[in-house]
């Protein structure tokens, strides 16, 4: 059979290949750290690069540090308490969607 897509030929005819050499061949091939749209992933974590009183909690990817080098935390609300709960701004929580 012929695909219209590399993508295509490798879900039909290497679907169930452990090794995923097919998928690593693609011009730009999934990863095992997925991310949702706009570069967003699922944990947060303390911006360090803004001044403690002005700073909060972000989810952006890439990640601005190495893995395991910093806390990470599952929520929003669970970063700003841990790493901001303290903070007499109120900056990291204000950052909170409603």
Avoid: M
């Amino acid at each position: 059979p012929t695909y219209d897509t590399q993508l295509e030929c490798c879900k039909a005819a290497y679907g169930g290949q452990a090794s995923g050499k097919c998928l690593s061949e693609l011009a730009s091939p999934p990863t095992t750290s997925p991310t949702i749209a706009g570069g967003v992933g699922l944990e947060w974590y303390p911006d360090y690069s803004k001044a403690w009183s002005d700073a909060g909690c972000k989810n952006e990817l890439p990640l601005p540090f190495a893995e395991n080098s910093r806390p990470t935390y599952d929520s929003h609300l669970e970063c700003c308490k841990a790493a901001y709960g303290g903070q007499s701004s109120g900056k990291g929580l204000s950052q909170l969607a409603s």
